[in-house]
Antibody, heavy 119, light 113 residues
Framework: EVQLVESGGGLVKPGGSLRLSCAASGFSFNNAWMSWVRQAPGKGLEWVGRIKSKTDGGTTDYAAPVKGRFTISRDDSKNTLYLQVNSMKTEDTAVYYC??????????WGQGTLVTVSS | DIVMTQSPDSLAVSLGERATINCKSSQTVLYSSNNKNYLAWYQQKPGQPPKLLIYWASTRASGVPDRFSGSGSGTDFTLTINSLQAEDVAVYYCQQYYSAPFTFGPGTKVNIK
């Protein structure tokens, strides 16, 4: 069974940093392209960024609002995806989800981790 | 970037009646090499993560009741909920995963009339 479990959320002060993790199981993580999506309280869904598999170059893409502050990385030996968030702003307050897409069964999402940016 | 729009913003449907939600992409999300539309539909209830309903524009996800169906190709897509049930009250989103950034529609709120 495919599982994506996010962790690392919490309360952070503006300007602070946080590293979110997404532990993957039930599929070949090293071949998967992984994405982060977020949802601010009461708002819609916003794609944050993506990392390709290492065999496909391992490159990253980011949404314009987070480029330069967010960094996506992966550790295929640990089947784990990361999202490093720096210079945090109040508008980064959101639930952060990791997702991946399979040819056979479409997108799969984790349950999310809540990040609150507040002084 | 591909811009996703949805209509209507909200709708109220009587129990047992049909609900129809439209989604339009600013560019095609049909990948010609495999003839697949990279378009998904989600249902989200308060306090819950989005639940995948439909992928590849028309394939129902595992466990999704068959009253939910997706159609369309290229840039125009529709989610249909036949015989609306009380548990279908939610916000529905479309998403393209054809090209990064994988954008979402703004959501359509479905209520009971």
């Amino acid at each position: 069974e495919v599982q994506l479990v996010e962790s690392g959320g919490g309360l952070v002060k503006p300007g602070g940093s946080l590293r979110l993790s997404c532990a993957a199981s039930g599929f070949s993580f090293n071949n998967a392209w992984m994405s982060w999506v977020r949802q601010a309280p009461g708002k819609g869904l916003e794609w944050v960024g993506r990392i390709k598999s290492k065999t496909d170059g391992g490159t990253t893409d980011y949404a314009a609002p987070v480029k330069g502050r967010f960094t996506i990385s992966r550790d295929d030996s640990k089947n784990t995806l990361y999202l490093q968030v720096n210079s945090m702003k109040t508008e980064d307050t959101a639930v952060y989800y990791c997702i991946t897409v399979f040819e056979t069964s479409g997108p799969h999402w984790g349950q999310g981790t809540l990040v609150t940016v507040s002084s | 970037d591909i811009v996703m729009t949805q209509s209507p913003d909200s709708l109220a449907v009587s129990l047992g009646e049909r609900a129809t939600i439209n989604c339009k992409s600013s560019q095609t999300v049909l990948y010609s090499s495999n003839n697949k539309n990279y378009l998904a539909w989600y249902q989200q209830k308060p306090g819950q993560p989005p639940k995948l309903l439909i992928y590849w524009a028309s394939t129902r996800a595992s466990g999704v009741p068959d009253r939910f169906s997706g159609s369309g190709s290229g840039t125009d897509f529709t989610l249909t909920i036949n015989s609306l049930q009380a548990e279908d009250v939610a916000v529905y989103y479309c998403q393209q995963y054809y090209s990064a950034p994988f954008t979402f529609g703004p959501g359509t709120k479905v209520n009971i009339k």
